[in-house]
């Protein structure tokens, strides 16, 4: 579970984790998340985000209209505003030593909530 005392970093791993789970929700050709999954040195939060282009309604009423994994869908979406940084800073730098361990760390962390909120689908 989200706890608001995360670092901006850790934050913003835990809001990438949670885009790439709806774009793997949303689109059949995506690949599934993994605890594995790495960020380099020069991988920035932002550019991590803007890779996926999403257009996260467009996305969210097509599977609704599919009938795509729409619960699912529901939990995905009501951890967002829990995971949006304070700091501009936390999602548009290149990131350090200390801010990628701790957006990894978030990364990892909220893949695994949702893991374990979607076990189905994410196993």
């Not at 994994?69 to 990131?95: M, Q, T």
């Amino acid at each position: 579970m989200t706890e608001r005392n995360e670092s901006g970093h850790r934050l913003a791993g835990r809001l990438y984790a949670t885009l790439r789970v709806l774009r793997f929700l949303t689109r059949a050709d995506s690949p599934k998340p993994a605890l594995e999954d790495e960020f380099k040195e020069k991988d920035s939060p932002r550019q991590l985000i803007d890779a996926l282009r999403l257009d996260p309604f467009e996305d969210l009423l097509a599977a609704v209209h599919r009938g795509r994994h729409v619960k699912a869908l529901g939990e995905v979406f009501r951890a967002i505003p829990a995971l949006v940084p304070l700091r501009e800073a936390a999602l548009k730098d290149n990131l350090g030593t200390r801010p990628l361990a701790e957006f990894n760390a978030g990364y990892r962390a909220q893949l695994a909530d949702l893991k374990e909120a979607l076990p189905k689908l994410l196993d």
